[in-house]
T-cell receptor, first 114, second 112 residues
Framework: NAGVTQTPKFRILKIGQSMTLQCTQD?????MYWYRQDPGMGLKLIYY???????DKGEVPNGYNVSRSTTEDFPLRLELAAPSQTSVYFC?????????????FGDGTRLSIL | QKEVEQNSGPLSVPEGAIASLNCTYS??????FFWYRQYSGKSPELIMF??SNGDKEDGRFTAQLNKASQYVSLLIRDSQPSDSATYLC????????????WGAGTKLIIKP
């Protein structure tokens, strides 16, 4: 099993450009999450999904969009990149919304907006 | 007040000693508490979780929970240089059982 796979690992964008961060999991997990982590900070939830076709906003959703057309995939879209979106982005998943389950993380995408 | 607070450190501990990491949280309804370890440039990995008051031991790691004081800690016995990392405390939100609130993390340095 590959677990949670994120692509790309690194990306540099110019201000105003758009891009999609990809996240795929092969564990048949229902719940998926997108976080951002700024230097020296904890994780901030951007969006999450409890199943295909269902998404909801987290703490810091502005400037991002998501979709969940399949159980496996949960892409994150940046429409108009801004320097404030320079961060490390992590995708995570759990089987169901059971509070005791740990989240499985991808390796992250390091994004710089210049 | 931050929802989950940790001392940012760095916390410097001699090799072989006990490292003590602390976390306080504000949501009294929180039921699940997680400690993750994050090496520089890597993703978080789960060390321990705890949901009942008291201590929970797993090898060299012990998690301690005191819900009345809204306090959770992680003890690392016989600290090794490989334990040097940032330790993140995460707590579930009462209003949304499957969302976690994360502390900013404590940087731990184990000195040989």
């Amino acid at each position: 099993n590959a677990g949670v796979t994120q692509t790309p690992k690194f990306r540099i964008l110019k201000i105003g450009q758009s891009m999609t961060l990809q996240c795929t999991q092969d564990m048949n997990h229902n719940y998926m999450y997108w976080y951002r982590q700024d230097p020296g900070m904890g994780l901030k939830l951007i969006y999450y999904s409890v199943g295909a076709g269902i998404t909801d906003k987290g703490e810091v959703p502005n400037g991002y969009n998501v979709s969940r057309s399949t159980t496996e995939d949960f892409p994150l879209r940046l429409e108009l990149a801004a320097p404030s979106q320079t961060s490390v982005y992590f995708c995570a998943s759990i089987k169901e919304g059971i509070s005791l389950q740990p989240q499985h993380f991808g390796d992250g995408t390091r994004l710089s907006i210049l | 007040q931050k929802e989950v607070e940790q001392n940012s450190g760095p916390l410097s501990v001699p090799e072989g000693a006990i490292a003590s990491l602390n976390c306080t949280y504000s949501d009294r309804g929180s039921q699940s508490f997680f400690w993750y370890r994050q090496y520089s440039g890597k993703s978080p990995e789960l060390i321990m979780f705890i949901y009942s008051n008291g201590d929970k031991e797993d090898g060299r790691f012990t998690a301690q929970l005191n819900k009345a004081s809204q306090y959770v800690s992680l003890l690392i016995r016989d600290s090794q240089p490989s334990d040097s990392a940032t330790y993140l405390c995460a707590v579930n939100r009462m209003i949304s059982n499957y969302q976690l609130i994360w502390g900013a993390g404590t940087k731990l340095i184990i000195k040989p």
